[in-house]
């Protein structure tokens, strides 16, 4: 499956973006599907999870509450609404699938997109 990332952008703090992550190629009720981020100098981390029908979401500590992940199966699409938004959200986002179990691990996840940069203003 091939996956592409976008809706990143410039937003200030308490704004909100919705990121898309867009699948091409194997049927997407195949996979769960994940978000990540990496800021500048950290190491990736886990955002959200999503199982295969949708019904079943996970998210880290830091976001709950303040973002909620989806999936339009018929679109072959997975969001990330963004609310509250703080600086210290800023990272480049990253979408994954994985046609195991959903997991907040990063090596679960065999295929990538290419990343878009939220970047929160104080």
């Known amino acids: 499956v091939q996956l592409q990332a976008s809706g990143g952008g410039l937003v200030q703090t308490g704004g909100s973006l919705r990121l898309s992550c867009a699948a091409s190629g194997r049927t997407f009720t195949t996979y769960a599907l994940g978000w990540f981020r990496q800021a500048p100098g950290k190491e990736r981390e886990f955002v959200a999870t999503?199982?295969?029908?949708?019904?079943?979401?996970s998210y880290a500590d830091s976001v709950k509450g303040r973002f909620i992940i989806s999936r339009d199966n018929a679109k072959n699409t997975v969001y990330l609404l963004m609310s509250s938004l703080k600086p210290e959200d800023t990272a480049v986002y990253y979408c994954?699938?994985?046609?195991?179990?959903?997991?907040?691990?990063?090596?679960?996840?065999?295929?990538w997109g290419q990343g878009t940069q939220v970047t929160v203003s104080s």
């Open positions: 994954a699938a994985t046609d195991g179990p959903p997991a907040d691990w990063d090596t679960r996840y065999d295929y």
């Open positions: 999503i199982n295969r029908s949708g019904r079943s979401t």
